[in-house]
T-cell receptor, first 114, second 113 residues
Framework: NAGVTQTPKFQVLKTGQSMTLQCAQD?????MSWYRQDPGMGLRLIHY???????DQGEVPNGYNVSRSTTEDFPLRLLSAAPSQTSVYFC?????????????FGPGTRLTVT | AQSVTQLDSQVPVFEEAPVELRCNYS??????LFWYVQYPNQGLQLLLK??????LVKGINGFEAEFNKSQTSFHLRKPSVHISDTAEYFC???????????FGAGTTVTVRA
């Protein structure tokens, strides 16, 4: 199993550009989520999905869109990039294990918006 | 809503010394608790988790944590650290009937020879 994969690893955007961060998992996990990591703030939830066709907003959803057409894929779209979106983005997936949703993380995408 | 406070942002420690990372949470209902580790330029890896039962939880790489409901704490300990334990450590909490994790701000552990 590859686990959770993310592409690209690094990306530089200019203000106003759009792009899609890709996330895929091969563990047949029902739950997937996107976080952003900023220094001193831990990880903050952007959007999450509890299954194909179902998505919802997390703590910091503004400026981002998601969709979940398959169990495996959960792309994150930046509609019009802003310098405040400079961050490291992590995708995670999880299953119901022993009653808890243990999450598995991808390696991250480091995004810089100039 | 639940929240997590990690009481130390940076912890320097000498090799083979013990280390304790402090985590407090707030929630009015039952929670599950987790500690994750992030090595430089990598994703997060689960160290251990508390779901129920014994309040002393053992994880990977010699780490353990103790759940204290009365003090709403979940402190992480290791009796003897190695250089390779240099990393950022995150405490996280979720409600028992929810998917969403709430993370603390993280504690950076730097192990020196």
């Amino acid at each position: 199993n590859a686990g959770v994969t993310q592409t690209p690893k690094f990306q530089v955007l200019k203000t106003g550009q759009s792009m899609t961060l890709q996330c895929a998992q091969d563990m047949n996990h029902e739950y997937m989520s996107w976080y952003r990591q900023d220094p001193g703030m831990g990880l903050r939830l952007i959007h999450y999905s509890v299954g194909a066709g179902i998505t919802d907003q997390g703590e910091v959803p503004n400026g981002y869109n998601v969709s979940r057409s398959t169990t495996e894929d959960f792309p994150l779209r930046l509609l019009s990039a802003a310098p405040s979106q400079t961050s490291v983005y992590f995708c995670a997936s999880s299953y119901r294990g022993q009653g808890a949703y243990e999450q598995y993380f991808g390696p991250g995408t480091r995004l810089t918006v100039t | 809503a639940q929240s997590v406070t990690q009481l130390d942002s940076q912890v320097p420690v000498f090799e083979e010394a013990p280390v304790e990372l402090r985590c407090n949470y707030s929630s009015s209902v039952s929670v599950y608790l987790f500690w994750y580790v992030q090595y430089p330029n990598q994703g997060l890896q689960l160290l251990l988790k508390y779901l129920s039962g014994s309040t002393l939880v053992k994880g990977i790489n010699g780490f353990e944590a103790e759940f204290n409901k009365s003090q709403t704490s979940f402190h992480l300990r290791k009796p003897s650290v190695h250089i390779s334990d240099t990393a950022e450590y995150f405490c996280a909490v979720t409600l028992t009937n929810d998917y969403k994790l709430s993370f603390g701000a993280g504690t950076t552990v730097t192990v020196r020879a």
